[in-house]
Structure formats: C-alpha cells, structure tokens
C-alpha cells in the first residue's frame, strides 16, 4: 500500500448494504479494491480507511489541495453555482408547497446554500472544513462542523440535500435511518452521487475520474440505492442522470490531472473563452421522499 494510505489506518468490512462479506474484486485503484457484493451487487472499496479516520480528511484545507480533495474549489465557483441552479430546477417541483427549513450536508463553499436563501428557503449546512465552516457562520449562515451522525437536528426539514456527500459517508446505513428522521412528513431527501452503471464508468473502466478510493468508499448504482431507499421507507419521486457544467480549463485539467493528457499546460483559443456547458459526468440524481 502506498505511504498515502497507511496499512495501520486500514480495515475490512462487510457490505454497506446487505452485510455480507463475500464480495468479487473488480478493480484494483491506487493500489485500493474497488469489489462488488455477491449477494446484493453494491460496490464498494475494501478494505478502505478505517471509520475513525474518514472525516479527518475533511476537516484541513479539503477545498485547496490536489490530493484527497479538491483544487482551487473557488475557482470554478461560476461552474457550480450554475450547476447547482440547474440541479435545483429539478428538485424544487418535488418539495413541500410551502418552502420552509432546508438542510444542505456537505455544504462546502455555500453555493447552493445561497440558491435555497434566494427562493425563499430557511438554509443551513454541514461542513466539516474548518476554514469553509468559519468563513460560513461569518456570512451568518447556521452551519455546523459535525458529521451527519452527530448532528442533532434544531428542527424538521422540508428538504435535505447531499451533493457528492453520500459515497463519502463510512456509516451509511445509520446515516439513512437519521436522515428519515430529520424530514418533516412527506420531505424531499435529494442526492446527486456517481453511477457505478454510467457509460461513462463503462467506458474508462478503473481510469473513471469517480474512483477516488480514499474519499469515495461507495459506488451506488439506480438499483442499489434504491434498496436502501426502500429499507429505510424512502419513495423515489425521479431518477435521471446527471452533470455539471464544465469549460475548457476545467476539462483540460481533468484530463492532465487523470492521465489522459501530459502536465504541461496547453495553448487555449480565445474562441472558447468564457463558454461552458453542461456535461454528464455519470453521475445519477435522486429524489426521495419521506413515506
């Protein structure tokens, strides 16, 4: 195992969903399993950083660093509020008619914390990176610096959502439980997660950018979530795949940052300076509700 992952922080365990422990090895990923459940399919990395040590590497500077994290977050902040805008056109039909207190875990930089505060939502978050959090409260949003299983609720949501969080969660199971708890009756719990059945991971195979092992110990499919939505008494209202937007810089640097292109940094035209658009980058977003 490479020094980034440690042995002694190592541990193997049982299917998130089902429980088994039997499970088939279908891609090896900086030097982490990458398996597959022989009873329910969920995919799953294994053995993978004990729970004890998954949110440390949320809490220092996530947001600014290539490894484990992302770089620069803010500088592709007009790409995400524009995905976030979109993503939220899709869920607001689904919610309450009366827009009340909605709960956005994984907050990050409070991009869509401001998208909810703009239509009238009452808009918390979790965010466990210190500097993020801090920079949050003093904006004068109600953040807090806890894990989901943590966190006690103030009060009921209409809505919860978990962009890119719930693959990141080592106790998904308890986490879906509380997460019914939290919803008013008949609340909307919205996810936007990778898609293990994507074309996208069907093409690149073990190259697919989503197959970060030390951060994304989960790879739900449609199906697999939606076992879980049902052993928790969750309705799924939609399912659909789903993206972001991307321009030409963010593009280009995904592809040198997985391989696909040599480091050095390539001419740009001015053609396509300043233009984005909307990319599925297999991921799948899904809407459930509180039975």
Known sequence: MSNSAPIIDLKTYPCPLCGNEKSTQLYVVDEFSIVRCVDCSMVYVNPRLINEKV?????????????????????????????????????????????????????????????????????????????????????????????????????????????DVVEHLPHVQSDFAKLHTMLADGGILALVTPNFDSLQRKIFGKRWFQFKPMEHIYYFSLQTLKKIADQHDFAVLEKKSTGQYADIDFIMDRLRKYGFLPLKTMPRSNIVSGLSWYADTGSMLVILQKK
């Open 55 to 163: 949110y440390t590497l949320y809490t220092d500077n996530y947001f600014h660093r290539a490894l484990h994290g992302y770089e620069n977050y803010e500088l592709t902040a007009h790409l995400r509020i524009k995905t976030f805008k979109r993503w939220y056109k899709t869920i607001v039909p689904y919610c309450l008619r009366e827009k009340g207190h909605a709960l956005d875990i994984g907050c990050a930089a409070g991009y869509f914390l401001d998208v909810l505060k703009k239509d009238g939502w009452l808009a918390e978050g979790i965010e466990l990176d210190k500097e993020i959090y801090a920079s949050l409260v003093q904006r004068g949003y109600d953040v807090y610096d806890q894990p989901l299983e943590k966190f006690i609720a103030p009060h009921r949501y209409e809505l919860i959502t978990l962009f």
